[in-house]
């Protein structure tokens, strides 16, 4: 039942939500073709061993950055000042980059599909996985500083009060009673 009042705000959809469905239905599309020209020239069998290949391959990658990432957070949390064994002179271990997009790598070689495994093999490759890290930090840095609303600078901005009249106030609760509810015990209740 409709009360004949308009919506609240109507927000324009954004680029994204509009061509990342697309894009994706495209890839899609695309892989299965690919994958029928070569199971038209080299054999199904030989598509399928490609397929089960690149999810083992795919699984060794992602454990081993995993573990390297892992091993990375031990190490810099070992070098932290206040811990045993450190004496805080030393900086700690430069973290290695790249540990997310050699996961985001393996996860696309074990996505059954041509161009994805291709994607994925370029992701291994050191020079690009540093060249990818660079840019991905030089754009989170720029949007940050940008601070578009509904990006990044935004994500602090979570806590909202929301009035009757649709007036949205920020802020915090603030209790000037210090007590805390475990110290004054309520009776309990007889029937």
């Known amino acids: ?25 495209a890839w899609a599309v695309l892989e299965i073709w690919l994958l029928t020209l070569v199971a038209g020239a080299a054999g199904g069998f ?8 690149g999810v ?15 091993r990375n957070l031990t190490e810099t949390l070992q070098q932290m000042p206040g ?8 900086p700690a271990p430069p973290s290695s980059r790249g540990n997310g997009f050699l ?5 696309l070689i074990m996505i059954p599909g041509m161009i994805s495994d291709v994607a994925g093999l370029l992701l291994l490759v050191p020079p690009v996985r540093s060249a990818l890290s660079r840019y991905a930090e030089r754009s989170l840095e720029r949007r940050m500083r940008a601070g578009a609303p509904g990006g990044l600078s935004d ?11 649709g007036k949205i106030v920020q802020g915090e609760v603030i ?10 015990p309520r009776p309990p209740l007889t029937p």
């Open 155 to 165: 994500a602090f901005q979570q806590a909202r009060i929301h009035r009757p009249d």
């Open 1 to 25: 039942m409709t009360t004949g009042t308009p919506p609240p705000t109507a927000r324009r959809r954004s680029r994204a939500r509009t061509f990342v469905p697309l894009a994706v239905a």
């Open 103 to 107: 996961m985001l790598g393996g996860l």
């Open 175 to 184: 209790r000037e009673d210090s007590s805390h509810p475990d110290e004054h």
């Open 46 to 53: 030989t598509v399928l061993l490609l397929l089960a290949a």
């Open 56 to 70: 083992v391959l795919g699984a060794v990658v992602m454990k081993a950055a995993g573990r390297r990432a892992f």
């Open 83 to 90: 811990q045993p064994g450190a004496d805080g002179s030393s």
